[in-house]
């Protein structure tokens, strides 16, 4: 069965320090993975997408980047966190069939980023 | 810009009665519309979902209904059970890509 892990579940960083947040995928070959954050009184947006190795699709302007060095593996990293960085992170997988929006999206469990 | 809204943060239920979660959007090019379940310190979960050329969706006790003219959904869970606590998340999505715009949520209690 497939599985999606996510850590660290909580981290507490200041403004200006560096961030990673590493998200795997077991289970599964050649998956899609996102990227998203939920703020506070939003819904998920989503931040990055891939549908494979090196390829990243990014949805929102910011000061975050993202990366997948390998196919289950995918890495949310920023260089000077800000404080409007705050917020839950999301990771999630899909099959990525046809119809890609059709394709279930699995999440993980997510980490709240606080930044202070 | 929300394109999708849940204008009612929370909703509590007595069990056995239905719940009804409403969700109202603005981007007419949605095709697609799904639901989501998420539990505390959990993802969210796939629940239901409704092609926009259809008007109802039924899967047991779970029931989406949609409105194009209004451009409004509604989720009908009944009965409610104390396990249908969690939040519910409102998606809509266009098809062949791989953008889902989430509404906000309402976090739905149900008491016994």
């Known amino acids: 069965s497939q599985t999606i892990h996510q850590w660290p579940a909580t981290l507490v960083q200041p403004v200006g320090s560096p961030l990673s947040l590493e998200c795997t995928v077991e289970?599964?070959?050649?998956?899609?993975l996102y990227w998203y954050r939920q703020a506070a009184g939003r819904g998920l947006q989503l931040l990055f997408y891939?549908?494979?190795?090196?390829?990243i699709s990014s949805e929102v302007p910011q000061n975050l980047s993202a990366s997948r060095p390998q196919d289950r593996q995918f890495i949310l990293s920023s260089k000077k966190l800000l404080l409007s960085d705050s917020g839950f992170y999301l990771c999630?997988?899909?099959?990525?069939?046809?119809?890609?929006?059709?394709?279930?999206?699995?999440f993980g469990p997510g980490t709240r980023l606080t930044v202070t | 810009d929300q394109q999708v809204k849940q204008n009612s943060p929370s909703l509590s239920v007595q069990e056995g009665r239905i719940s009804i979660l409403n969700c109202d959007y603005t981007n007419s090019m949605f095709d697609y519309f799904l639901w989501y379940k998420k539990y505390p310190a959990e993802g969210p979960t796939f629940l239901i979902s409704i092609s926009s050329i259809k008007d109802k969706n039924e899967d047991g006790r779970f029931t989406v209904f949609l409105n194009k003219s209004a451009k409004h959904l509604s989720l009908h869970i009944v009965p409610s059970q104390p396990g249908d606590s969690a939040v519910y998340f409102c998606?809509?999505?266009?098809?062949?890509?791989?953008?889902?715009?989430f509404g906000t949520g309402t976090r739905l209690q149900v008491f016994p």
């Open positions: 289970g599964t070959s050649n998956p899609n």
């Open positions: 998606i809509g999505t266009f098809y062949n890509t791989d953008k889902l715009i």
């Open positions: 999630a997988w899909s099959t990525g069939l046809a119809g890609f929006s059709r394709a279930e999206q699995y």
């Open positions: 891939s549908v494979g190795i090196g390829q």
